[in-house]
């Protein structure tokens, strides 16, 4: 099989004449892979469901698990929608270009394959240069779940896309590692109340600035109507356990230990931003070194790290 063209770039001003055959790409049907600032993404038109449905088959994803839709600004964003509240307008104000995805009504011409024949219809607009270049050199909503296998860890680097996607993709565009580190929160406001359907980078509190109080997780009915909504998720192949105290960990820990296994004992760096930025890294090496067992303590269930416990309680659930 051939194998991806590579495309090294230079992350903060990126040559639009080194991305035009990503954006090729991505007119003529294909997969691009692509950094941003949370995690890399695995591209393709979202108006195109043939190219959509090489995303789903090069993941091995769900069908029933929606994308988020990439574009350059706001109005590409309505354009989207049928539907345009209030508390989007603020949203969006706030915090784009940036790691908030919010979740509307969607118009019809979007394909139900990108919204896992949902109503709904899941968009952002990214900050990191190299996927605002990008999308402006494709001038296409770009649909673009992060660029792994479907449940394994999301990658932070074009090697994590090289390790896990291989030949599966048809350009890799390699930006360097994310600066997030974890993808993004994703909020949903086509109700009375705005409603955060996945924890990110952009915490609660910083949305209640802006819209005043929201309503966090709950039950869904019908549809998935965000990506990241499934029990396990985001993890690495060595089996991840984690416990609420270090106390209870390190009893894991040795438990294991005693029994012969190889145990990684994974610390969870002391800041949220810092936390979040080197997670996945830190898992993907974990992963890759030959343990038996990964065992980590919660972080507090603090608004802060909402987004680091919940990647790795999905990452620990059972199948």
């Known amino acids: 099989m051939p194998q991806p063209r590579e495309l090294p ?12 055959p990503a954006a090729e790409a991505w007119r003529a049907g294909g997969l691009v892979a692509f950094p941003t600032e949370t995690v890399y993404g695995l591209g393709a038109n979202a108006l195109d469901p043939a190219a959509v449905g090489r995303v789903f088959a090069a993941k091995g994803r769900p069908a029933t698990n929606p994308l988020i839709v990439h574009v350059t600004d706001r109005d590409e964003a309505k354009a989207l929608t049928a539907d345009w509240p209030a508390a989007a307008e603020k949203l969006a ?5 940036g790691p908030l995805t919010l979740v509307l009504k969607k118009a019809p011409h979007i394909p139900d394959v990108v919204t896992a024949n949902g109503s709904t219809v899941a968009i952002r607009v990214p900050a990191h240069p190299v ?9 296409l909503p770009i649909a673009a779940p992060s660029a792994n296998r479907s449940g394994e860890l999301s990658p932070t680097t074009a090697d994590h ?3 896990s996607l291989g030949d599966r993709v048809d350009v890799i565009v390699d930006g360097g590692p994310c600066p997030g580190g974890l993808e993004s929160t994703v909020v949903d406001v086509t109700g009375d109340t705005v409603k955060v359907l996945r924890p990110g980078l952009i915490t609660v509190a910083q949305l209640e600035a802006v ?20 029990a396990k998720h985001y993890s690495p192949r060595t089996a991840l356990e984690v416990a609420e105290s270090q106390q209870e960990a390190d009893f894991l820990a040795n438990l294991y230990e005693t029994a012969g296994l190889k145990v ?6 002391a800041d949220p931003i810092a936390a979040a930025a080197r997670l996945y890294a830190d898992l993907h090496a974990l992963d890759a070194s030959g343990f038996d067992r990964i065992i980590a303590a919660l972080p507090p269930a603090a608004d ?13 659930a059972e199948e």
């Open 304 to 316: 802060e790290w909402q987004a680091v416990r919940d990647r790795l309680t999905r990452a620990a």
């Open 9 to 20: 770039v230079n992350p903060t001003t990126p040559d639009a004449a080194a991305l035009a």
């Open 131 to 139: 996927a605002r270049a990008l999308l402006m050199a494709a001038g």
């Open 161 to 163: 896309v090289r390790t």
């Open 211 to 230: 819209v005043g109080p929201v309503a966090v997780g709950g039950t869904v009915s019908g549809p998935l109507p965000s990506p990241g909504m499934m």
């Open 264 to 269: 990684a004992r994974y610390a969870v760096p």
């Open 93 to 97: 104000t706030a915090f784009w270009p």
